[in-house]
């Protein structure tokens, strides 16, 4: 657990530790992932079907001497009163909506493997400014302790001067090296300075904290490192790296999205049903129908070549990023 002293506002923490906070409080990192939720609901928005149309029209609100006497619609109300209404429901072709859900779920991978690709690299960065600042804060203590066995041996230097028993130019050498350990601290101090407030911002901590890292995990293991073999890693590298992922699975949206373009072809239809009262050779009549475009002007010819041209560019990507 992270330390917080009870009068600064210093936390002490391990390398795991702050990379614990990092992964649970960084602001790039959160938005980010929405960007998976945005996804999924456009899955889901997918789904749905169309909403179906009502439509009320030719209500008459007064009538005259020609008005035909009709049976009432309660009451006394409605001999007279003429009124039509239409209900149509839209129905896609071709397995457009299927399509239309298969390329979301695949936008839904994508935005997975974007947020892989986001958490590595600022995973890269949080991680070198760790190192340089825990590099660093161990710099400047050794400077701080040698500069402080200096000032122990300047001070028995400057006794020695004042009694006279040895001269001032070893005393001055001793004084300008202690200038040069100050200088040193100083410029180290700044970076320090520099790093936590980087590291600030990408752990999402109090401004005035002060951030003091162990030496845990300062050295790496590099038996993992010896163990690697060139071939397999290259192997791993093309099959999970999360920005090939993204390529992949960009060819498979062009592929479905291609597809539905060819589906736009088959237009879709729209089924109805209508109750027309007073205006028919029946005074309640209902009746079915449906209406359809002719595809006689728009094929969607460009759609479909666009989305071809997009599939064979997806595939000259991926060749090149492998």
């Given amino acids: 657990m992270a330390q917080i002293g009870a009068i600064s506002d210093t936390i002490v923490l391990s390398r795991n530790q702050a990379e614990a906070i990092f992964l649970e409080k960084n602001i790039s990192l959160i938005s980010e992932k929405l960007n998976i939720d945005i996804a999924e609901a456009q899955v889901i928005q997918a789904k749905l079907w169309p909403n179906p149309t009502l439509t009320v029209g030719e209500i008459n609100l007064w009538s005259n001497a020609t008005a ?6 309660w009451g006394n109300y409605g001999r007279t009163q003429q009124v039509n209404a239409e209900l149509e429901q839209l129905v896609q072709t071709a397995g457009k909506r299927k399509k239309m859900i298969a390329m979301e779920k695949v936008g839904v991978d994508i ?3 974007y947020f892989k690709t986001f958490l590595r690299n600022l995973k890269i ?9 825990q590099y660093t804060q161990a710099q400047e203590a050794i400077y701080k302790k040698q500069l402080s066995s200096m000032q122990t041996l300047i001070k028995a230097y400057g006794n020695q001067v004042a009694q ?7 005393y001055i050498r001793l004084k300008a090296s202690e200038l040069q350990f100050l200088k ?34 300062f050295v790496p293991a590099n038996k993992n490192i010896e163990d690697i073999n060139i071939g397999n890693l290259m192997a791993s590298a093309v099959e999970n790296r999360p920005d ?13 999205k291609y597809k539905y373009e060819k589906a736009m072809r088959t237009p879709d239809v729209t089924l109805g049903v209508s ?48």
Avoid: C
């Avoid at 035909?68 to 619609?73: A, E, G, I, K, W």
């Avoid at 479909?304 to 064979?312: D, M, N, R």
């Fill in 68 to 73: 035909q006497q009709l049976p009432v619609l």
């Fill in 111 to 113: 935005a997975k493997e």
């Fill in 125 to 133: 960065e949080f991680r070198s400014n760790l190192t340089e600042l």
């Fill in 164 to 170: 006279g028993n040895i001269g001032k130019a070893e």
């Fill in 184 to 217: 040193e601290i100083s410029d180290l101090q700044k970076d320090n300075n520099s790093l936590q407030k980087e590291l600030k911002v990408l752990m999402n901590l109090p401004p005035a904290s002060f951030i003091k890292l162990t030496d845990e995990g």
């Fill in 244 to 256: 090939m992922k993204v390529l992949k699975l960009g060819n498979d949206y062009n592929d479905i």
């Fill in 275 to 322: 109750y027309d009262r007073g205006a028919s050779l029946m005074n309640d009549f209902v009746g079915l129908g449906f209406s359809v475009d002719l595809p006689f002007f728009n094929r969607n010819k460009g759609n479909i070549k666009v989305a071809k041209l997009t599939v064979e560019q997806g595939k000259l990507a991926t060749e090149e990023k492998t």
